[in-house]
Structure formats: structure tokens, C-alpha cells
Nanobody, 124 residues
Framework: VQLVESGGGSVQAGGSLRLSCAASEYTGSNFCMAWFRQAPGKGREGLASIDSDGTARYPSSEKARFTISKDNAKNTLYLQIDSLKPDDTAMYSC????????????????????WGQGTQVTVS
């Protein structure tokens, strides 16, 4: 499986973005999927994960601003980010991991084996 992110760019604070992550194969049944970001000089941060049944998980106290979703027919994962802040400036990456049963998908990076190249989000 290969992952390709898109949808990043430069936006003003308070705006919204929807990031996309296109997979080269069907990932609907047996893959955990997740979004991460890494700001300059900081570690990778898990933002959201989604189980095969669509159950979403958010580790952050700011989870209300992030919404993860997927369209299995399009093999595409999404991340909606609302009320953008300058602190959201980072490289955003999606990740996948094959599982016999894709449930209770974690939001920690060490559990994911397949990564996209990332898409840059800059908020000013």
C-alpha cells in the first residue's frame, strides 16, 4: 500500500482545511488508519485514528477541531481541521497498518508501518 497526502497549504488563522490521503489499494477492512503531524523542532504527534468500522479516536484535548473520516469506495482518508491556529503549522502525514481485525486503532506512531510523504500546512 502507498499513501499520498494532499490538501495542505497556507491559510489564515481561523480558517479550515480538509486533508486527503489516497491509498493505492483498498484499506477499508483490515487496516488501521491515522493522521499525525510534526512541527519544526518537535516530535511527531498523533491526531486521530479510525477503525475499519469508522470508529474515530482522538487523543488530544483539542479533538473538537479535528475530524477524521474515510471513504472506502475511494480508498481515501480525510482530516478536517477547523479553527486553525498558527500552532497548527506542521507537516501532516497519514499512516496505515494492516491488522487481522482493525479495531481499537492506536494514535501512537510506533504502531504504524506505512507512511505517506506528508503535506505541509502553514497557518498565519
Amino acid at each position: 500500500v502507498q499513501l499520498v497526502e494532499s490538501g495542505g497549504g497556507s491559510v489564515q488563522a481561523g480558517g479550515s482545511l480538509r486533508l486527503s490521503c489516497a491509498a493505492s489499494e483498498y484499506t477499508g477492512s483490515n487496516f488501521c488508519m491515522a493522521w499525525f503531524r510534526q512541527a519544526p523542532g518537535k516530535g511527531r504527534e498523533g491526531l486521530a485514528s479510525i477503525d475499519s468500522d469508522g470508529t474515530a479516536r482522538y487523543p488530544s484535548s483539542e479533538k473538537a477541531r479535528f475530524t477524521i473520516s474515510k471513504d472506502n469506495a475511494k480508498n481515501t482518508l480525510y482530516l478536517q481541521i477547523d479553527s486553525l491556529k498558527p500552532d497548527d503549522t506542521a507537516m501532516y502525514s497519514c499512516a496505515a497498518d494492516p491488522r487481522a481485525i482493525a479495531t481499537m486503532c492506536p494514535t501512537a506512531a510506533e504502531f504504524y508501518s506505512i507512511w505517506g510523504q506528508g503535506t505541509q500546512v502553514t497557518v498565519s
